[in-house]
Antibody, heavy 121, light 111 residues
Framework: EVQLVQSGAEVKKPGESLKISCKGS????????IGWVRQMPGKGLDWMGI????????RYSPSFQGQVTISADNSINTAYLQWSGLKASDTAMYYC??????????????WGQGTLVTVSS | QSVLSQPPSVSGSPGQRVTISCTGS?????????VHWYQQLPGTAPKIVIY???NRPSGVPDRFSGSRSGTSASLAITGLQAEDEADYYC???????????FGGGTKLTVL
């Protein structure tokens, strides 16, 4: 079974750094792009960016470029999303997703269970 | 601006048919990029229910169907059931964004 399992919920203070993870299993991890999607409380879905674990190539949404860093370690089948200085507005649920192939027509499946990040002083 | 517009809410009684629209533009749906639909049950991660405009993943009931025309797409659910109550999101690629775009989401209420 193809599965993405994310790290647990985090509570942080403004200005702190954070790295959350997403471990893939049940497929060839280096063959599929992994993306991150934000869902702020009570709001919709925002595509943040993607990484190709095979060569670490990344693409970011303009809204998130420079705000976060997406990376992957294919030796442990894990992708990451990190912040160097959290803001209260980063409070959200973050999902990792597997891109269906390497086409612009791609969809995202499966989704991880989500990691809730709370930033509060 | 790159946007996929959905109605905030739709509702229907058990057994009825409902449709959810997704209106884009010439930078996304209108260019011919595929449209996909996700269902998000309360407190859970989204799940794909329609991919590439009209295709259902295995395990998704045939009560769910997708269509597209011009710069819009639609998700139809027939024989509405209580378990269908969820938020639904459309998704497509956008050339202005050089990335993927989600609709704002539609809350389906089963009366």
């Amino acid at each position: 079974e193809v599965q993405l399992v994310q790290s647990g919920a985090e509570v942080k203070k403004p200005g702190e750094s954070l790295k959350i993870s997403c471990k893939g299993s049940g497929y060839s991890f280096t063959s599929y792009w992994i993306g991150w999607v934000r869902q702020m409380p009570g709001k919709g879905l925002d595509w943040m960016g993607i990484v190709h674990p095979g060569d670490s190539h990344t693409r970011y949404s303009p809204s998130f470029q420079g705000q976060v860093t997406i990376s992957a370690d294919n030796s442990i089948n894990t992708a990451y999303l990190q912040w160097s200085g959290l803001k209260a507005s980063d409070t959200a649920m973050y999902y990792c997703v597997r891109r269906s192939s390497s086409s612009v027509h791609d969809w995202f499946d499966p989704w991880g269970q989500g990691t809730l990040v709370t930033v509060s002083s | 601006q790159s946007v996929l517009s959905q109605p905030p809410s739709v509702s229907g009684s058990p057994g009825q048919r409902v449709t959810i629209s997704c209106t884009g533009s010439t930078s996304n749906i209108g260019t011919g990029y595929d449209v996909h639909w996700y269902q998000q049950l309360p407190g859970t991660a989204p799940k794909i229910v329609i991919y590439a405009d009209t295709n259902r993943p295995s395990g998704v009931p045939d009560r769910f169907s997708g269509s597209r025309s011009g710069t819009s797409a639609s998700l139809a659910i027939t024989g509405l059931q209580a378990e269908d109550e969820a938020d639904y999101y459309c998704q497509s690629y956008d050339t202005n964004l050089s990335g993927w775009l989600f609709g704002g989401g539609t809350k389906l209420t089963v009366l």
